[in-house]
């Protein structure tokens, strides 16, 4: 069970025919982005996660990373630097890197594609390069042209890495609350002094140089958010022409012994007077780490994807030839001493609930994505605005509810095996373990539902969610006269508008009571998950009909919608019941009296 094949079929599917990305990147004029390369990049990711990286991922968890505890240097489980060396060869660190910083210009939501694979072959080995991307990300648009220069374009090519430093030991939701301290030298240099906890790829043995962008405080800094600074600390002192010097006084003080990603590594990272560089502008820190977050928040979001899909993968396998019982309909495999799995009803929950969840998810997170190159590309500043709003609205429930979901999808899939899925042997354990970090990581589910219903839905007055909310009428609009849609369009437009309803239910009782939102939030986003769900899987049935597609595809896609909209999206009802009861049940028992 420790292959992996890339799900090339619904990518594509995902990716070209309903999203329409081929229009969108001529549209964009993305010269590299021509139908044939990008199959290719496809199909060589396919190989290239099949073939070296699946094969490293249950090694890795068992050897795990390992620190000397003489020079605090980090070793990775075996191949998975040769593995890396490789990755950075075939240019797929720089992959959709602007061309003028040495990388291929190919769109972000291609470049999704790609790190599903990653992801979904080898989620620790995927860590150290989902680091990088984000850092890239946070130099591109805050860095000086000095620092692209010599920083950026060695983390495109794969020379060196990236990190992203902001925990601190009593600091983690809450970055108000960080204490690293950054004091200016005459030179415009920096020393950086603190402690960051649970910095993956802090350390590691995949590059010489690591480059870390840490959040800290000038000595003057009001307290508070308003207070944080960016700044770039290397691992080796590098002057501003890019000449290395020795070591920074930045050093791995030990690393986590973890429930899962075993082969990721997770630093305590000390910085005692560590020569940096001021990134942006002095206090505006977290507006450009943000940059940063925002995109490994999709990434991550990725991650749960890739998990809820190679956990399918594998449960489906397992279900068609595993034999236990007969089916309660009449005997399916009467040449075998039983039927296989698949023929039980429930059986067939756990798997489609998995597959309805993973291949809706795909949309999900690729929609998203499409507005980052939309962002990043468009030359109308309208078209940029709303993509930025549909963006901000989109993040939280991308990340929030795929990394929720591969929880639920690696429990199911587990399940499927029996015991045989609490033992090692066929790697189901592992995809669960690893599942749990991505609910944890980049922003808790809480930290995602309260930036979605208390910033982006109350805050900012719902403008990304009314550009949503327009598309989906729009998609039941045009599709109104279409009776082989009507089992799907009928609902989904129904339940929009329950949802626009709610909203603005929640929104008013947020007004007088701030606990609201904190008590409606995560049903909120999952209640939000399950109708942009709805959309997507409306949308493909919508594709599959429309057709030019083989009749398994069509098939399948309207069953698994037909599952969904059955089984799954009625869900919403018990989250929009637990809303509605409102604070008082969960703020009334005094927090004395909770051991009573
Ligand atoms: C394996 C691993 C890798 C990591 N990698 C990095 C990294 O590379 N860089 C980095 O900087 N950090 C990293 N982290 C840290 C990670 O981002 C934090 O653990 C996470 O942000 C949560 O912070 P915390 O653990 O301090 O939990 P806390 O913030 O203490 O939260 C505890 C609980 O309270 C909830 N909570 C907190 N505030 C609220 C609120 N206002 N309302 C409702 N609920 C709330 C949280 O959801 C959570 O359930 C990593 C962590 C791990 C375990």
Redesign the pocket.
Known sequence: MNTYEAPLRDMKFALFDVLQSQALYDRLGIASAQRDTMDAVLDEAARFTRDVLAPLAQSGDEVGCERDPATGAVRTPPGFREAYRQFAEGGWTGLTAPESFGGQDLPESLGACVKEMLDASNLSWSNYPL?SHGATEALKHHGEPWQQEVFLKPIISGAWTG?????EPHC???LGLLRTRAEPQADDTYKVSGT?I???GGEHDFTDNIVHLVLARLPDAPAGVKGISLFLVPKLRTARDGTLGGRNAVACGSI?H?MG?HG?V?CVMNFDGAEGYLIGQPNKGLNAMFTMMNTARLAVGLQGLALSDRAYQNALRYARDRLQGRSLSGTKAPDKPADPLIVHPDIRRMLLTCKALAEGGRLLVLHAVQQVDILERSQDAGERAAADELLGFLTPIVKGMLTEWANECTYHALQCFGGHGYVREHGMEQLARDAR?TT????????QA?DLLGRKIVQLQGAGMRRFLGLIQSFCEQHQADAALHEFVLPLAEVTRQWGELTIEIGRKAAANGDEI?AASVDYLFYSGYVALAYWWARSVATVDAGGHPEDLRAAKRATARFYFARILPRIHGHAAAMRSGAAVLQSLDAALFDS
């Open positions: 680091l990190t992203m430093c902001l925990t983690g939701s809450d960051k649970f910095i993956t986590e973890k990603i990721s997770t970090i944890l990581y980049e922003g808790t589910t809480q930290i309260l904190g």
